[in-house]
């Protein structure tokens, strides 16, 4: 199949431009990770979720794809988190980076192929601020080092800002307390506080700032320029625009190719974020829904747009995987183990597919590419319920490329990896736990049923199929015996 070429919205250009790898057939990608100094929240896992299926579309499209996503373990608000608590701050990160992983994990996030800590890359980072100063665009004060912005000409080309307006922002009060030649200029390196880590520097002891560390890390791991650059909205000022800054005042060379950034998660209309408490931690999440309906309610938005959290379209997201799942359930049943022969197939499979592939490659469009599952599944439906055409072993071989379309989704978007058996079984516990439903006593009516139904007494058997639907439990004869599921609570 030849795929349409990938173009991807550029926040630098504000246009979308098409991805042409800087080493034909590779790309390296780097994401701003996670903060760890407290639990991870749905806003965060959205981002992340966002760049994890693009990673996973880049791969389906054959590009090998390297992606780095850093831990930010040293950092103001792990400080504060650790006094708060009596705890070592690289302790309390390292806590919280093993939680990390455990729901990331949970949430079948794919595992960078580094993930690289601050704490661990401070040599390249006092590497990078020397640069700085031997050329001119950093200086030592007092303990300190700063980045000076007024020196650096490409300032504020990402985020369309002006100089003369962050002057009028920036405090008075950090122009007191800091060795700041000017207000606009950030910090690299900070000299050591008590109780907080440190590092030996050229500067004496202290720790970096938050911004040098991307680009250390994107150096070390994707080189001095590299394709992609990913993070929420609220990264691009002022994070990216001082990592352009020290990276290419560093190095002469444009730091990435493509900057990339993510919409909000919203919750009753304000960003998600824990310095406003407003959050719903993602293991909790996790402890409702099914992360592949997690996933789905993430990717029913585009990824640069608003997404608005509730209960409910977590609930829906649920309902539609199960509908999804139940479909590919019924459509395994028909085919495995069956020749069906080689021949015609009924309409056009790899349409959906193509669908997909249009969707995805126009800067990631993930509705659409839910679209062309829509369309997917309902053929799939089609074929089982009302097959349009007689020929059995032509329906067949049909259901069977329509399944092997819904693979190659499911490696594109990272949706339907579990089998549906194991995913129904286990939306089906959930629901029982959320309506109470005595399981012990919905197996004793289907024996009963059964019963009924050896001693041919079919009343009975209907009158207890009635009775448990009154419970939400449907019972399905199949070929392989009796099961029972709960009905959607939406359809209920
Ligand atoms: P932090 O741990 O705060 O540094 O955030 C990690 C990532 O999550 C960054 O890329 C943020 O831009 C992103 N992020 C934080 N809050 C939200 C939100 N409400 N919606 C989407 N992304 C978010
Ligand atoms: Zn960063």
């Known amino acids: 199949m030849a795929h349409p070429e990938i173009r991807v919205f550029n926040t630098m250009q504000q246009a979308k431009v098409p991805l042409t790898p800087i080493t034909p057939g590779k790309i390296g990608i780097y994401v701003c990770g996670p903060t760890v100094y407290s639990f991870v929240h749905i806003g965060n896992a959205r981002t992340f979720t966002s760049f994890d299926t693009i990673v996973r579309y880049l791969r ?31 302790e309390l990160a390292a806590r919280f980076i093993r939680e990390f992983q455990a729901d990331a994990k949970a949430l079948h996030l794919l595992e960078p192929d580094v993930s690289p800590k601050v704490s ?6 006092i590497a990078i601020i020397e640069k700085l100063i031997a050329r001119g665009a950093a200086y030592a004060a007092g303990g300190d080092v700063y980045f000076e912005v007024r020196k650096y000409p490409g300032y504020l080309k990402l985020s369309k800002k002006h100089l003369d307006d962050l002057v009028s922002g920036a405090g008075e009060r950090e122009l007191v307390l800091e060795a700041k030649r000017d207000p606009l200029d950030f910090a690299l390196w900070k000299a050591a506080k008590p109780g907080e880590p440190s590092w030996d520097s050229p500067w004496g002891k202290g720790r970096p700032g938050w911004h040098i560390e991307c680009s250390a890390m994107s150096a070390k ?15 691009i000022f002022p994070h990216h625009e001082n990592e352009i800054a020290q990276s290419e005042a560093a190095s002469g060379k444009t730091l990435c190719n493509c900057w990339m950034h993510g919409g909000f998660l919203d919750l009753e209309g304000a960003k998600m974020s824990k310095s406003l408490g407003n959050v719903v931690r993602l293991r909790d999440a996790l402890g409702q829904v099914d992360p592949e309906a997690l996933r789905y309610f993430f990717l029913t938005t585009h990824y640069r747009q608003a997404l608005s959290f509730s209960d409910k379209q977590l609930a829906d997201a649920e309902t539609r995987m199960e509908y999804f799942y139940e479909t590919l359930r019924k459509v395994d049943e028909r085919v495995t183990g069956k020749d069906f022969g080689k021949g015609a197939v009924h309409g056009e499979p790899e349409k959906f597919l193509r669908e997909l592939d249009e969707a995805m490659s ?10 062309a599952l829509s369309g997917l599944f309902n053929e799939m439906n089609q074929l089982t319920d009302k097959p349009p055409v007689k020929d059995k072993a032509l329906v067949g071989r049909s ?38 439903i005595d399981v012990k006593k919905v197996d004793e009516a289907i024996n009963a049923r059964h019963a009924a139904r050896a001693a041919k007494n079919f009343e009975e058997a209907d009158r207890i199929r009635a009775e448990l639907k009154g419970l939400r439990v449907e019972i399905m004869d199949t070929p392989a015996g009796t099961t029972w599921k709960v009905t959607s609570e939406l359809s209920a």
């Open 60 to 90: 389906f499209r054959g590009l090998e794809v390297r992606y780095v996503r850093n831990y930010t373990d040293v950092d103001d608000k792990i400080i504060k988190a650790a006094h708060e608590n009596g705890e070592d701050p690289i």
């Open 120 to 125: 661990e890359t401070i040599p390249e980072i």
């Open 221 to 235: 791991y994707l080189g001095e320029h590299f394709d992609l650059h990913g993070g929420g909205l609220d990264l």
């Open 362 to 371: 126009d800067d990631f469009n993930f509705p659409g590419a839910l679209g």
């Open 399 to 436: 259901l069977v490329a329509l399944r092997d379309v819904a693979k190659k989704a499911s490696l594109a978007l990272g949706l339907f990896e579990d089998s549906p058996q194991d995913w129904l079984l286990r939306r089906r516990d959930r629901q029982v736990a959320r309506l109470g």
